[in-house]
């Protein structure tokens, strides 16, 4: 944290003090009633101030869930209180009265009021003003579901929670290789993204995607180094990104020629292992001796669309289709980051089954990375700022509404230790002569060596 944000912090927290009449009233009682008041009251007020603190720097992630709830509950308070001048300003009164509202419950960022319209209205009523609702109570987000026959739930998005950068961080031993935990949820929680599923991470240039690669490749690192995960990067940027944390990987590849090799060499990997499991076992368990194999591709349009060479494009569309859809019952993964999501960029998007919406153009690229349901449900990733990198929606597993979430933020310094503390025990040469040669010398794209 910065001397800034430290500053930042400490205005923040006198405002908020300010704010709460009740902690005012505290002060100002133990300041009449006690001797020596201004001692007494200067030092409660500081062990508190120390004490909140604390608790921010040693449990960030509890912490950001008691304020964001604190916070959620005095503007639910202040929702309530304008609910009839809001419900006037939309047109949703009629002869002095209002939809009343049955429920208030605050959760997370979130306040969910359970409204009886009045006769005659529906939910589309709702729908049809759900900009000025949304702004009238400022909210950041609004979504609308009908509850029985007539009531209609409205959650506001009234706190935003993810704004304040954070370190993405490096769990403390290897955990049950099930989840890695990226970030965080718009409700204070871990942002934890399913091991397994294949997984495209979508979002235009500058929406965070490097933060979002590296914090699955940093949250791996202890079952990196453990051997029992073998993570295998693609940058056909020269490797810009990925030779950052060099270290992680068992192999990497940093050309066309060397991604096709890569590629076909874990598909070949993958049937043998399959073979071997025919029969016997129709899931993976991570070891040592058969670990779980992770394909990290930086730019997958590089890779399926802007290369030149037709014959590597078509090579490596394939073997990614195969991994894609043959790969995780014997325990190979892709996870890839992709600028453009449209069919022509991406033909097999619909082989990754789990999805990362960071910020993107319109609405339909969002529909087109996470389906039309969740842009319809709340997903808005052609909504979220420029100034909140690494900021996305994802569809839980369980198929419920879209979840804002953050991913942590990854600096170079924090990449290169990462790599040196959790280097992978061994590392995979990649051998590109089959491919090259497969070529033929008038298709061969250039190597290094003859560059140099
Ligand atoms: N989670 C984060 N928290 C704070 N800052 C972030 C986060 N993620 C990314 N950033 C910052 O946002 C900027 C853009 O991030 P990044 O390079 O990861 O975007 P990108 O989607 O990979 O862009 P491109 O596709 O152009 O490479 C960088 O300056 C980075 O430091």
């Given amino acids: 944290m910065t001397v800034h944000d430290e500053v930042r912090w400490w205005i923040q927290f006198g405002r908020a003090f300010l704010a709460r009449p009740a902690a005012l009233c505290f002060a100002v009682a133990l300041a009449w009633w006690f001797p020596g008041w201004l001692l007494t009251t200067g030092a409660l007020v500081l062990a508190g101030a120390i004490g909140l603190r604390l608790w921010a720097r ?109 370190p993405s961080t490096v769990p403390d031993e290897v955990t049950a290789l099930e989840h890695a935990t990226l970030g965080r949820q718009e409700d204070g929680r871990p ?20 933060s979002v690669f590296w914090s699955f490749a940093v949250a791996l690192a202890p079952a990196v180094r453990a051997g029992s995960v073998h993570l295998h990067g693609i940058d056909l940027k020269a490797g810009m990104e990925v030779l950052m944390g060099r270290g992680l990987f068992t192999s990497v590849a940093t050309d066309a020629v060397e991604a096709v090799a890569l590629l076909e060499d874990l598909v070949a990997d993958m049937q043998e292992r399959a073979r071997q499991y025919a029969g016997t076992q129709r899931s993976h368990c991570a070891t040592t001796e058969n670990p779980l194999h992770i394909v990290m591709i930086d730019e997958l349009a590089a890779l399926t669309a802007y290369n030149n060479e037709r014959e590597l494009q078509r090579r490596a569309e394939t073997a990614i289709n195969l991994l894609c859809s043959q790969g995780r019952a014997p325990g190979f993964m892709v996870f890839a980051c992709l600028q453009d999501p449209r069919k022509e960029v991406i033909p097999s998007r619909g082989l990754f089954t789990q999805m990362v919406g960071l910020r993107l153009k319109d609405i339909s690229e969002t529909t087109m990375v996470l389906g039309e349901t969740a842009a319809l449900t709340g997903a808005h990733c052609h909504r979220i700022r420029r100034d909140v990198p690494g900021t996305g929606y994802v569809v839980p597993e369980d198929g419920g509404h879209p979840i804002l979430v953050r991913a942590g933020y990854a600096s170079d310094e924090l990449i290169r230790e990462v790599a040196q503390t959790y280097a992978a025990p061994e590392t995979r040469e990649i051998d590109v002569a089959a491919v090259r040669d497969s070529l033929g010398p008038r298709r061969r794209p250039r190597s290094r060596e003859d560059v140099a």
């Fill in 58 to 166: 040693r449990r960030p992630a509890s912490y950001a869930r008691f304020s964001v709830a604190l916070a959620a509950r005095r503007k639910a308070r202040n929702l309530v209180r304008a609910w009839p001048d809001v419900c006037a300003s939309c047109g949703l009164d009629r002869e002095g009265a209002c939809p009343t509202v049955r429920r208030r419950r605050v959760r997370g960022p979130h306040v969910e009021l359970l409204v009886t319209p009045l006769l005659g209205q529906t939910l589309q009523h709702f729908a049809a003003v759900s900009e000025p609702l949304r702004s009238g109570v400022q909210a950041s987000r609004l979504r609308l579901e009908s509850h029985g026959p007539r009531d209609v739930r409205m959650i506001f998005t009234v706190v935003e929670s993810l704004r304040a950068t954070f």
């Fill in 191 to 210: 942002w934890r993204l399913a091991l397994g599923p294949h997984t495209l991470v979508a979002g235009s240039s500058g929406a965070g995607k490097g």
